[in-house]
């Protein structure tokens, strides 16, 4: 390896320890026991990667990058936990419940007695836990040195390679990656964020706000469209604060991009809070209603009350907060706005609460993100007196019930005609999805179109968060279904081919005889 290739035998533990001097990131190495080894299992590049994501669209991103790194390096990458030789789970921090999967995957893991290596925000906010004592440690601004940290891992080195708090800037977006759906690429543009919300532990991970040049985002997106995508999703913590680092903002941003995108691919804009996206609010709006982005955007206002917003420290209102979602709604035709809700945050009291149901019933968001207070370790909000688990519950539960009252963004739309871009397979492994100008979800049958296309739908019918459709035009030409009349031209020829073999077979047959 180039820079873990100080080893030191140290006879009097029975251990070998790694280091790399003078590294930013505090790279160490531990030998573990010796352990029963599968065949070819010496060999690098040999293994099986057994790679779970948990999390954001980042954290997806950044896994879509190892898998490409190490695949590039010769490595199997498998979701067969059973046929895995390594072990690499990539946290999310965001909420106890995923943080919990987490752990368990990891524990499950151990009881193989193969390596483990843990990457992710889990590890990143908090790398003394002792979870971690016993396994192998990937930053999450060190995802592009994932083969160095397998490599080691499978000799039976534990390798604990992160940031220890010092910037090392952010991973390249031209790094080898495989994506999960070939027809859409996630593109982080810029990693932390500004932002010191009292209840937040990926602050912790991320660090402050790192942003990405102008110019290497443009250049992923000229390479993903060569390599034939069809959505462009730009992630990020925040999108919104994109480039005060460096200089510029989101929408010199995202007008370079557009200009990048051909037809028959859409933009999808990420995650951005509330005062970023405000001082741009107009020139956004602008972006939002060209032809090839997605009228969509999600913008967590968390509690629609200003005294529990200063507690948590999100430095808006909650009419900004509402001039930002009735801007976006006068300007942009049918335009949809996801919103994050978090229910029982101390300090919340009932008459706090009702406000937050208030805005919810006001704007019926069609996506509502909504989640019980789980104070995270560490943080200010941690410190907070708590309100009881019965009422984070039972305030949750009536934030759902209205959640559940209204489906009027996907019923408006049943009669019409929508132009949609497919580009998944469904949750039924049967249906195909795709999405509206304004990002809803169209489910269609699989026996009118291929992922990857675009259609012309006729809406036939709507649920909660979906509507069916039914193909009219496909590729801007009419898509009509094989019957047994159009397919008698392509019946009568094969038919003559058969003839004509059959008469030069016979023919053969007799000069032989």
């Known amino acids: 390896m180039d820079d873990i290739e100080n080893i030191v035998d140290t006879s009097r533990t029975g ?37 779970k994501t948990y999390g954001c669209s980042h954290n997806n991103s950044d896994s879509e990058y190892m898998a490409g790194l190490l695949v590039k390096e010769g490595y199997g990458v498998t979701e067969d936990f059973d046929a895995a030789d390594v072990y690499l789970i990539n946290s999310c921090t965001v909420k106890n419940p995923s943080e919990e999967h987490f752990v368990n995957e990891m524990q499950k893991s151990r009881k193989t007695g193969k390596p483990t290596i843990v990457s992710g925000c889990v590890p990143a906010g908090d790398p003394k836990n002792s979870h971690f004592s016993d396994v192998s440690v990937i930053g999450v601004q060190q995802i592009h040195r994932v083969v160095e940290v397998v490599k080691e891992a499978v000799k039976g080195n534990k390798v604990q390679m992160t940031n220890s708090g010092k910037k090392e800037g952010l991973p390249s977006l031209a790094h080898a990656k495989i994506r999960r759906n070939e027809w859409v690429e996630i593109i982080p543009i810029n990693a932390g964020c500004l932002n010191k919300c009292t209840y937040c532990k990926t602050k912790h991970a991320r660090g402050d706000l790192m942003s990405y040049p102008e110019e290497e ?41 557009v200009e990048l995108v051909p037809e028959g691919v859409m933009l999808r804009l990420g995650m951005t809070n509330p005062p970023y996206i405000l001082e741009h609010i107009h020139d956004i709006c ?72 208030r805005l919810c019933q006001k704007y019926q968001f069609p996506s509502l993100y909504i989640s019980q207070f789980y104070p995270r370790v560490g943080t200010p909000a941690a410190a907070m007196k708590q309100l009881i688990t019965q009422v984070k519950k039972d305030r949750s539960r009536r934030l759902t019930q209205v959640f559940d009252s209204y489906s009027g963004h996907t019923a408006s739309i049943v009669g019409t005609t929508q132009k949609v871009w497919i580009t998944e397979l469904a ?29 012309t739908c006729k809406i036939l019918s709507a649920s909660k968060h979906s509507v069916k459709g039914t193909v009219k035009n496909l590729g801007g030409s009419s898509f009509t279904k094989p019957t047994i009349l159009s397919l008698v031209p392509l019946l009568s020829l094969i038919v003559c081919i058969l003839s004509i073999v059959f008469r030069f077979m016979r023919s053969q047959e007799q000069r032989g005889e």
Request: aromatic share 6%; with cysteine.
């Open 15 to 51: 251990e070998t320890t790694v280091t790399k001097e003078g590294t930013p990131g505090g790279v160490v190495v531990r030998a573990r026991k010796t352990r029963p080894k599968a065949v070819g299992y010496d060999i690098p590049g040999a293994q099986r990667v057994y790679l």
């Open 217 to 257: 985002i443009c250049d992923r997106v000229k390479q993903v469209i060569s390599e034939g995508v069809k959505e462009i999703r730009l992630t990020s913590e925040d999108s919104g604060a994109y480039g005060k680092d460096i200089g510029t903002n989101i929408v010199n941003l995202l007008r370079k991009v």
């Open 286 to 357: 602008e972006i939002l209603n060209h032809e090839r982005v997605y009228a969509f955007l999600h913008v967590p206002v968390q509690a629609a009350c200003n005294d529990v917003l200063q507690v948590m420290n999100r430095e808006y209102t909650c009419e900004d907060f509402e001039m930002i979602c009735d801007t976006l709604l006068e300007k942009v035709p049918g335009m949809l706005i996801a919103t994050d809700i978090i229910c029982g945050f101390p300090s919340e009291s009932e008459e706090s609460f009702q406000k937050t149901l």
């Open 427 to 455: 949750h039924d492994r049967v249906n195909l999805v795709g999405h509206t100008k304004n990002y809803i979800q169209v489910l269609i049958p699989p026996t009118e179109a291929k992922i990857g296309t675009t259609v």
